[in-house]
């Protein structure tokens, strides 16, 4: 999956504020804090299905008026810093950890598409895929800003052909259904930004379990001009279906 595209506000501006946050504040630490103890490994804290109660609640307000006060009030730039936290922690492999920041981000700002975006990529290394699918998706109600639109683009299609994927082959129809749903976002995402190396791979390799070699090899082709090539086993697999055209 891509990295989801923090941008505008310096990367290590926002971690260094989010880390001295962590050493101002206990607030934040995990075993700490109730709205990290109870539910914080489910996207939302399971909300709505799971009420949170008035401590709960007071433990949530105490932490964004904290949060936020580290950035002058600005909740949607603390709501980054966290992101940035939690994609540290998820390219770890610290999924447990990630989601904690994601949760914590949603509340910083529920109107962000970042938390969402991060809720379905930790569902996807879960392999929760249609839980996954819904959280793309609703990030891509939400996100505004141009440069993060193919990120969740094409996130959103690499859900759609797991989902593809895990259908029996009998089931042609449905296959097909979710395939084309994934080249549906693929094809979004490239449009929105031709340069964005992503959405080049992850589209060959989509169109591979498709069956699609002739376009699989389209999108090598693609990939290879903004130095996005696929790896060697990939084209190794896709060179034993169908040769390279010339």
Same mark, same amino acid.
Request: proline letters at 5%; charged letters at 25%; hydrophobic letters at 35%.
């Given at each position: 999956?891509?990295?989801?595209?923090?941008?505008?506000?310096?990367?290590?501006?926002?971690?260094?504020?989010?880390?001295?946050?962590?050493?101002?504040?206990?607030?934040?630490?995990?075993?700490?804090?109730?709205?990290?103890?109870?539910?914080?490994?489910?996207?939302?804290?399971?909300?709505?299905?799971?009420?949170?109660?008035?401590?709960?609640?007071?433990?949530?307000?105490?932490?964004?008026?904290?949060?936020?006060?580290?950035?002058?009030?600005?909740?949607?730039?603390?709501?980054?810093?966290?992101?940035?936290?939690?994609?540290?922690?998820?390219? !770890?492999?610290?999924?447990? /950890?990630?989601?904690?920041?994601?949760?914590? @981000?949603?509340? %910083?700002?529920?109107?962000?598409? +970042?938390?969402?975006?991060?809720?379905?990529?930790?569902?996807?290394?879960?392999?929760?895929?249609?839980?996954?699918?819904?959280?793309?998706?609703?990030?891509?109600?939400?996100?505004?800003?141009?440069?993060?639109?193919?990120?969740?683009?094409?996130?959103?299609?690499?859900?759609?052909?797991?989902?593809?994927?895990?259908?029996?082959?009998?089931?042609?129809?449905?296959?097909?259904?979710?395939?084309?749903?994934?080249?549906?976002?693929?094809?979004?995402?490239? !449009?929105?930004?031709?340069? /964005?190396?992503?959405?080049?791979?992850?589209? @060959?390799?989509? %169109?591979?379990?498709?069956?699609? +070699?002739?376009?699989?090899?389209?999108?090598?082709?693609?990939?290879?001009?903004?130095?996005?090539?696929?790896?060697?086993?990939?084209?190794?697999?896709?060179?034993?279906?169908?040769?390279?055209?010339?």
């Amino acid at each position: 999956m891509s990295l989801i595209r923090t941008v505008k506000i310096s990367y290590s501006i926002i971690f260094i504020a989010f880390i001295s946050f962590l050493n101002f504040s206990c607030a934040t630490n995990p075993t700490s804090i109730p709205h990290n103890q109870r539910y914080g490994h489910i996207p939302m804290y399971g909300q709505p299905e799971i009420q949170r109660s008035p401590e709960m609640q007071k433990a949530d307000q105490e932490f964004i008026e904290r949060a936020s006060a580290g950035f002058g009030g600005d909740r949607e730039t603390a709501c980054i810093a966290w992101i940035a936290a939690g994609e540290d922690y998820r390219m !770890k492999g610290n999924l447990h /950890y990630a989601m904690l920041r994601y949760n914590q @981000a949603w509340l %910083l700002d529920p109107d962000s598409h +970042y938390p969402y975006h991060g809720f379905g990529q930790i569902m996807l290394m879960q392999r929760r895929v249609d839980d996954s699918i819904k959280y793309f998706e609703k990030a891509k109600q939400l996100v505004r800003d141009p440069y993060q639109k193919p990120a969740v683009f094409t996130d959103t299609g690499i859900a759609y052909s797991y989902k593809a994927k895990s259908i029996p082959r009998g089931n042609k129809n449905e296959r097909t259904r979710y395939y084309s749903l994934a080249n549906q976002n693929f094809k979004e995402a490239s !449009k929105m930004d031709e340069s /964005y190396t992503e959405v080049w791979r992850r589209w @060959a390799n989509s %169109l591979y379990e498709e069956g699609n +070699y002739a376009e699989a090899w389209e999108k090598v082709k693609i990939a290879r001009t903004v130095n996005a090539s696929p790896t060697e086993m990939f084209l190794y697999l896709l060179n034993s279906k169908m040769p390279e055209p010339k």
